[in-house]
């Protein structure tokens, strides 16, 4: 069992960045992929990036590869998305999730445990 916690999330003005964090509560927290999706009024949760526990592997979306950033912390339990240059489509709220597999799923079903999100608005 592994509970998540986010929080990093605010209001914003296009061009800034923010630093995301999920905190995990629960014991081997360093073999669970992990991954950070995204979720805007009205429309489906979609992959943002993820990181693997084999090797630190990453995934990105389009949308947001080379401004965001996903790194893991094992020894605080905790995976962090940075991100910058800020767009108003960024708006959303954040969840981590994680999985015990290897492989960087991009669908929310291939992830058993979820935090209750956090925030984003990028205000233009």
């Known amino acids: 069992q592994v509970q998540l916690v986010e929080s990093g999330g605010g209001l914003v003005q296009a061009g800034d960045s923010l630093r995301l964090s999920c905190a995990a509560a629960?014991?081997?927290?360093?073999?669970?992929?992990v991954g950070w999706f995204r979720q805007a009024p009205g429309k489906e949760r979609n992959f943002v990036a993820g990181v693997s526990w084999v090797g630190g592997r990453t995934a990105y979306a389009d949308s947001v590869k080379g401004r965001f950033t996903i790194s893991r912390d094992n020894a605080k339990n905790t995976v962090y998305l940075e991100m910058n240059s800020l767009k108003p489509e960024d708006t959303a709220t954040y969840y981590c999730a994680a999985d015990r597999g290897s492989s960087l799923a991009r669908g929310t079903g291939e992830y058993e445990y979820w935090g209750q999100g956090t925030q984003v608005t990028v205000s233009s």
């Open positions: 629960g014991r081997a927290f360093s073999i669970y992929t």
